[in-house]
């Protein structure tokens, strides 16, 4: 336990060394490499007066280290920014008020937060049941001709991008057989089952694609497994081979696959961008990219932070699973 209690703290405080690295690459390079963000801010239009106001009003003539500073206090700490009118509080954990909006941009993602997460929720789990299954399947029919058609299958959804899926189960569900209504985002606690239904298909075209990684890694871990010494012992006291595989190889197989579901869990609130634009869903991903075109910097860092986050909580998380699946990655 104590081995584990000093493993644990190891990755925590990586954890928090990465996150403010992140903070460090994602400050310059939105708000130093522009160039002029007064002149952004305020538009082509404005008069080198205006400009002026606006980069006083952003606090732009405080040394970078400084700025940066206030930028971390803010996450931590809170700040105060100048409405024109007034001050205005913005409580910790502050990522900035939007230049378009004069919205605070935590209130902004937390707003969109649950949009995305019911998406990747939805589509982790179907992604997990159809991955593993498949996969084991797989590996039990090895040699047969449903292991060639499931590998097939695999490859066919690795390579197909999730706009092509996401536009051909939108052709065939929903205008040509209409099984499913076109794809629409209701709030969970407005109406359960029209939040299910209209997530339905983002969450297959999601899974799809990624269930064919985990199908193809549960199957090499699974006869990685089945090649093991104690197998073959569970054979020779004449096991079934159903028996083998649900309760002894899986159980052996599925180290890998959790710490590749936690990361995954992680980068899907990022990159959830394409299905999220391709289905008219408004979460995080499609706000990004809306922040993106209009120049909106506090969100667009606020965003990527965030996101940030998340992968970074994810690796950390997937680390400690792998420990607990397999004692000796404590060690290491």
């Keep these: 336990m104590k081995g584990f ?3 644990l703290l190891r990755r925590i405080a990586g954890a928090v060394f990465v996150l403010l690295a992140l903070s460090v690459v994602v400050y310059a390079v939105f708000y130093v ?10 538009g082509e239009r404005c008069s080198p007066q ?51 909006t004069d919205e605070q941009v935590t209130d902004l993602i937390l ?10 929720i939805g589509a982790f789990a179907l992604w997990l049941l159809i991955g593993v299954g498949t996969g084991v399947l797989s590996a039990w029919k090895r040699g047969g001709v449903v292991e060639r058609l499931l590998t097939w299958l695999t490859l066919a959804g690795t390579s197909t991008p999730v706009f092509v899926i996401g536009l051909l189960l939108i052709i065939i569900l929903c205008s040509t ?14 109406n359960p089952e029209q939040w299910f239904w209209g997530l339905l298909l983002p969450w297959f075209s999601l899974a799809l694609i990624e269930s064919a990684k985990y199908a193809r890694l549960t199957r090499s871990s699974m006869l990685e497994t089945l090649a093991e010494d104690h197998v073959r012992t569970f054979r ?12 002894h190889a899986l159980r052996g197989a599925v180290a890998p696959v959790i710490a590749l579901s936690a990361l995954d869990a992680g980068t899907m609130f990022g990159s959830a961008v394409l299905t999220e634009t391709l289905f008219g869903i408004p979460g995080i991903g499609r706000q990004l ?7 909106d910097l506090p969100v667009v860092v606020g965003v990527v932070l965030t996101t940030g986050f998340f992968v970074v909580l994810a690796n950390a998380v997937a680390d400690v699973l792998y420990a607990m699946a397999d004692r000796r990655v404590v060690l290491s």
Excluded: M
């Excluded at 002026?52 to 003539?61: P, R, S, W």
């Design 5 to 7: 209690t000093g493993f």
């Design 33 to 42: 490499a522009p160039g002029n963000v007064a002149q952004i801010v305020c």
């Design 50 to 100: 205006q400009v002026a106001l606006v980069h006083d009003k952003l606090g732009l003539d405080d040394p970078l280290y400084l700025q940066y500073g206030h930028f971390v206090q803010g996450i931590f700490a809170g700040r105060d920014f100048s409405s024109g009118t007034g001050v205005v509080h913005c409580s910790a954990p502050c990522l900035g008020q939007s230049y378009r």
């Design 111 to 120: 707003g969109k937060l649950p949009v995305t997460g019911s998406l990747v």
């Design 177 to 190: 057989l209409q099984w499913l209504p076109f794809p629409q985002y209701v709030p969970f606690t407005d």
């Design 236 to 247: 020779a006291y004449g096991l079934t081979e159903r028996a083998i595989v649900g309760r």
């Design 289 to 295: 990219v809306e922040s993106v075109r209009t120049v």
